[in-house]
């Protein structure tokens, strides 16, 4: 029965997933007109703005633009950065890496669109926060515009694979293996110790996630891209033929060399995509539920903030990794996952590589974890609306639950001699299937988006006209519309 279900999700994970990115990617782009491309450097530099930047700063409950962000590069930028790409490169060749950029440059507006999204249906809760996110999108934009009765079903769906991962993780493993190699540690030390660090920081909510990770995030991702680039900066003279390698792997078949077995064109572009939705969520529905609470007075304002996500996760951290993997020689060893890209690093920089490697991995798990904790808050927060009593229990069983889960799977693993294969057949399971349903969604209501850019175009890009009865938001629609009546 698992085997017919691994099948299952393999093939979910192929063609299928290939398609849907590749249609839904160039469809936006073109609806857009090259937005993610023609603006790459307004998106760029709208992280720096001060306004999204300090935006709500003295707001204890919202989370400022940056914050929310952070958190969401946050859940993307993980162990997938390091294992995943390595894998990937280790068994499709170096083409994998290619694709992996196409998927990405499509994934900036994929990303885009659902974080806007994300922000105009959201909702303002009694408490003064911001909640949003696909469920959310899927009600009031499928359900409450459109009349689509079956907006139930995708949301169910789509919240009950999410809520998979809550059981079903691989966080904590990853990092004390990584850890506890390094250091010499059981591997149970660094475990509890990634428990109590996980609950030191949500136990003060998402406001107070969002604050730690604006701080987390940027260190651990410039720690990381630093050594990256001394490594390919000591092998210079071998990035030509690095490039050369890739561009040549992406558009024909890679012939076996040392351990690699060899790759056709198709299998590198599968690779190149799968990992890429994985490590940056593009299409996912994940991280709009976190840039959703952000304190923006524009959806597109934050939805900018998407596409820079995926910049940052897969054109900038996953490049980094497949660079120095290619560049080092090491592709084709026969090593797989985060033991590759902890060889190759070690071959140039030396034993502070494995250090730097796993406080990496430590850090990249413990924003990971964090980030996804806010996720099923949102989540919960919209499945149990108007029943208090309920959310309020079933918050702090989240709560008290979210580090355990990851430490029973380490401990299983470890002393139960377990093995996270299966796992990670249905860790791949609740990140595709979601997919399709979020995707969907953005393809009905692609024309609120495109309406949306258009305001933005106009009010601050200097394109066409401001319409002065555009509602920025569905909450001030809905009141409107209540006011006519």
Excluded at 328 to 357: C, K, N
Aim: proline share 3%; charged share 15%.
């Amino acid at each position: 029965m698992f085997a017919l279900f691994e099948q299952f999700t393999n093939f979910l994970y192929g063609l299928p997933l290939l398609i849907v990115i590749l249609v839904t990617g160039i469809y936006l782009t073109l609806r857009t007109g090259f937005f993610q491309l023609r603006h790459f450097g307004h998106i760029i530099g709208s992280l720096f703005n001060k306004e999204r930047r300090s935006g709500g700063a003295d707001d204890k409950k919202k989370l400022t633009p940056f914050q929310a962000i952070s958190i969401a590069i946050g859940g993307t930028v993980g162990v997938s950065n390091m294992s995943g790409v390595a894998t990937a490169i280790a068994t499709g060749g170096p083409g994998a890496l290619f694709w992996l950029w196409v998927a990405a440059l499509l994934g900036m507006i994929i990303k885009m669109a659902e974080v806007t999204l994300a922000v105009y249906y959201r909702e303002s809760t009694p408490g003064g926060e911001f909640r949003g996110g696909p469920t959310y999108y899927m009600q009031k934009g499928l359900g409450q515009e459109k009349g689509y009765k079956f907006w139930k079903v995708f949301a169910v769906i789509f919240g009950g694979c999410i809520f998979m991962t809550w059981f079903i993780t691989l966080q904590n493993y990853t990092v004390s293996e990584a850890v506890g190699n390094t250091f010499g540690l059981p591997l149970i030390v660094p475990a509890i110790l990634y428990v109590i660090g996980i609950y030191i920081v949500i136990i003060g909510g998402i406001k107070k996630v969002g604050v730690v990770a604006s701080y987390l995030t940027p260190i651990m991702c410039t720690f990381y891209i630093i050594a990256a680039i001394a490594i390919l900066i000591i092998n210079a003279n071998q990035l030509p033929h690095t490039f050369a390698m890739i561009f040549k792997g992406a558009f024909s078949t890679q012939a076996a060399s040392g351990a690699f077995l060899g790759a056709t064109v198709a299998y590198a572009m599968r690779l190149g995509f799968a990992r890429s939705v994985y490590s940056n969520e593009a299409g996912w529905g994940t991280s709009p539920m976190v840039h959703a609470t952000a304190n923006t007075d524009h959806p597109v304002k934050q939805g900018l903030m998407g596409a820079f996500e995926v910049f940052m996760d897969t054109i900038v951290v996953c490049s980094l990794t497949g660079l120095v993997i290619i560049v080092t020689g090491y592709w084709d060893s026969g090593l797989q996952g985060a033991t590759l890209t902890l060889t190759a690093f070690e071959s140039v920089i030396g034993s502070f590589a494995r250090i730097m490697i796993a406080i990496s991995i430590f850090l990249f798990g413990m924003t990971t974890s964090t980030g996804w904790f806010t996720y099923y808050q949102v989540i919960l927060d919209h499945a149990l609306k108007g029943k208090d009593k309920v959310k309020k229990i079933a918050s702090k069983v989240f709560l008290i639950g979210t580090p355990l889960w990851g430490l029973i799977v380490t401990v299983l693993t470890v002393y139960g001699n377990g093995t996270p294969a299966q796992l990670w057949v249905i860790a791949d399971f609740t990140t595709v299937f979601p997919t399709f349903f979020n995707v969907a969604t953005l393809f009905l209501l692609s024309g609120t988006f495109i309406k949306l850019l258009k305001d933005y175009r106009a009010r601050y890009l200097g394109e066409g006209k401001i319409d002065p009865d555009m509602h920025l938001f569905f909450e001030d629609k809905e009141k409107a519309q209540k006011k006519d009546a």
